[in-house]
């Protein structure tokens, strides 16, 4: 008989209702993979997407594939862990549970001075904002960039990492109370967009004129046709979400009559496509923490019972920070 733990699991697609708490079988470690218990799970849209049908998953299934914890065992292969590793993960589906099974070459260590919340809530924005600084575009000092969402939980770090870089930050938000926030992070201008903001033009107004070398992009058809004319001449937009939709089909020209500007459209998969690449992201956050030059804070935690209301609370928009589920 399997070994019995807790879990959420989405029992079929739909509402925050769907989640339920109970028992479950418990997995193994198979071979090249980790068996962890889960000290803190990370709360995410994507989870809420697989939970309501938006991406097609199969039910029930538990729900998460962010977390941090304690590896438990070690399957077959594994040569660079032990049981007692402190360890966190990115993408490990069944997360919301008190044990998952990780591949072993898709984790982070995580240093005894950082706390599994931090560590659990880390992993998908810090990584996500990690390459996109020194991947996507590549920060170097006395660039400027522009980012939406600044105060958003990528936007916070994003910010951050570029002031560590050297860079300059214009951040847009949607309220002066997330100005304060992109503003402690480190921004150095701040402009709320809205109702008769010409947001290309300001910060035009704020470069002299000239635009900013790299505009990091979140938010996509709200704020694409602003982030091309805030541009730079040969300068990056990088677009690396939709939160407002998808940007519609464009004319590719205007990349050229834009002053010769490159459009990425990354996401993390194809940055930490190796072990090595993952540890040379994760160890600058991680370091970052460690050293102090990196604010990363929980906003909200909730126990793994109830994820139901960790949803409501991320879908409401009623969360600051990241959220996290505690077994």
Do not use: C
């Amino acid at each position: 008989m399997a070994e019995q733990m807790k879990a959420v699991r989405a029992m079929s697609a739909g509402g925050p209702e769907v989640l339920e708490y109970g028992t479950a079988d418990a997995p193994a470690a198979g071979p090249g993979e980790l068996l962890v218990d889960v000290r803190a799970a990370g709360v995410n849209f994507i989870d809420t997407y697989r939970r309501s049908g938006v991406y097609p998953m199969d039910y029930p299934h538990i729900v998460g594939v962010e977390g941090a914890g304690v590896v438990a065992e070690v399957g077959a292969g594994v040569t660079d862990f032990s049981p007692g590793d402190r360890v966190a993960w990115h993408d490990a589906p069944g997360s919301y549970a008190t044990r998952v099974a990780v591949a072993a070459d898709m984790v982070m260590r995580v240093p005894e001075g950082v706390d599994f919340e931090a560590a659990a809530a880390l992993p998908l924005q810090g990584l996500t904002a990690q390459y996109l600084a020194t991947g996507s575009h590549r920060v170097e000092a006395g660039q400027t960039a522009l980012v939406h969402a600044a105060a958003g939980g990528v936007g916070l770090l994003l910010t951050q990492i570029v002031k560590h870089l050297g860079g300059r930050v214009i951040g847009t938000v949607s309220t002066e109370e997330k100005a304060e926030l992109a503003r402690a992070a480190g921004a150095d201008e701040v402009f709320l967009y809205g109702d008769g903001v010409d947001v290309a033009q300001t910060v035009l107004d704020l470069t002299g004129g000239r635009g900013v070398d790299v505009a990091y992009d979140g938010v996509g058809r709200d704020t694409f046709d602003a982030s091309l004319k805030a541009t730079a001449v040969r300068g990056s937009l990088v677009l690396f979400g939709g939160a407002s939709g998808q940007v519609p089909p464009f004319d590719i020209q205007r990349l050229n009559s834009g002053g010769g500007l490159f459009l990425s459209r990354p996401s993390l998969q194809w940055f930490v496509r190796t072990p090595e690449e993952l540890r040379e992201r994760s160890s600058m956050l991680f370091d970052g923490l460690e050293t102090g030059w990196l604010d990363f804070r929980v906003g909200q935690t909730f126990p793994l019972a109830d994820a139901a209301e960790a949803h409501r609370a991320l879908e409401g928009r009623r969360t600051t920070g990241k959220v996290v589920l505690v077994p």
